[in-house]
C-alpha cells in the first residue's frame, strides 16, 4: 500500500506575526501557480486565500508603524538629552571664571541661543534645525571653540542621532495602510492557519488519487511547502535561541524546539 504523502505541520501558532504572514505569502506563492482542479479545489478558493494572505501582511506592516513610531520615540528623546547636554556645557563654560573656556563658551552661546527651544520643536522642525546648528558649528571660529571646550564627541552624537531620527521617520512614512477594514493579528492569523490546513488537507488528496503525472507535479509541491516550512522553523528557531526562550522537548528529540514539534521531527523525511 502507497504511503500519503504528508505536508508537516507548519508550527505557527508559535510565530510573531511578521514571522506568520511571511510563511503564509511564502505557501500561497508555491500553490497559486498549481491547477485548483488538480487538488480538489476552485479558482475562488484560491483567490479568497489571497485575500486573507494579503489583510495579514497589511495587519504586520501595522504592528511595524508601532514598533518604528516607538523606535522613533526613543530616538527622539535621546535627541533631547543630547541638545540639552550641549546647550548646557556651553552655557557653564561662558560662566566659567577661567578666560580662556568664557570666551569659548560666549562665542559659541551666541550660537545656541539662537536655537533656544529646540527640543520643543516639532518632528520635522526640529531634525532640520539640528542640521542648521550642526552645520553652524562646523564654521569657524566655532569648529575651533567646540574642539577646545571637548564638544565634538557629543556633538557627533547629536549628528548620529538625528540621521537615525530621520531615516527612522521616513521608513515610516513608506508603511501605508488602509486602517478601515483591519481585522485583529490574532482573528487574521488563526484564519489563515485554519485555510491552509484545509488546503493541505486537499493537497495530500490530490496527489494520493493523482495520476502518474500529476502526482510528480503534487509531490514535488508537497516537497516545496516542507521545505518552505522547515525554514521558517530554522527561522523562528534561532531567533528564539538568541532570547533563550526555547523549551527542550522531553526525551531529547528534536533539539530546544517549541514541544509541540516533536512530533512533526519525528515525522520528516518519512513520506
Do not use: C
Amino acid at each position: 500500500m502507497e504511503n500519503i504523502k504528508k505536508i508537516m505541520s507548519t508550527g505557527s501558532t508559535h510565530y510573531p506575526l511578521g514571522l506568520h504572514a511571511d510563511l503564509q505569502m511564502r505557501l500561497y506563492a508555491l500553490v497559486k501557480d498549481v491547477d485548483p482542479k488538480k487538488i480538489l479545489l476552485k479558482e475562488e478558493d484560491i483567490k479568497t486565500w489571497k485575500a486573507d494572505v494579503n489583510m495579514e501582511s497589511d495587519v504586520a506592516r501595522i504592528v511595524r508603524i508601532s514598533e518604528l513610531t516607538e523606535s522613533l520615540n526613543k530616538k527622539n528623546k535621546t535627541r533631547n538629552q543630547l541638545i540639552t547636554e550641549l546647550f548646557g556645557l556651553i552655557r557653564l563654560a561662558a560662566k566659567s571664571p577661567v578666560s580662556t573656556r568664557s570666551v569659548e563658551g560666549k562665542r559659541l552661546k551666541l550660537i545656541v541661543d539662537t536655537y533656544k527651544g529646540l527640543q520643543h520643536e516639532s518632528a520635522a522642525e526640529k531634525t532640520a534645525h539640528i542640521i542648521g546648528l550642526l552645520h553652524d558649528l562646523e564654521q569657524e571660529p566655532a569648529r575651533t571653540a567646540t574642539i577646545a571646550l571637548q564638544l565634538v564627541p557629543i556633538i557627533s552624537m547629536l549628528s548620529s542621532m538625528n540621521e537615525e531620527f530621520n531615516e527612522v521617520r521616513m521608513g515610516r512614512a513608506d508603511e501605508r495602510v488602509d486602517l478601515s477594514k483591519i481585522p485583529s493579528g490574532k482573528f487574521i492569523r488563526k484564519k489563515n492557519d485554519a485555510t491552509s490546513r484545509a488546503i493541505f488537507h486537499f493537497i495530500e488528496l490530490g496527489h494520493s488519487s493523482a495520476n502518474a503525472a500529476d502526482k510528480v507535479i503534487l509531490s514535488e509541491l508537497i516537497d516545496k511547502i516542507n521545505q518552505a516550512i522547515r525554514e521558517t522553523k530554522t527561522t523562528f528557531r534561532g531567533s528564539k535561541a538568541q532570547s533563550g526562550n526555547l523549551r527542550p522537548i522531553p526525551g531529547g528529540k528534536g533539539g530546544n524546539l517549541p514541544d509541540d514539534w516533536a512530533e512533526e521531527e519525528d515525522e520528516k523525511g518519512k513520506s
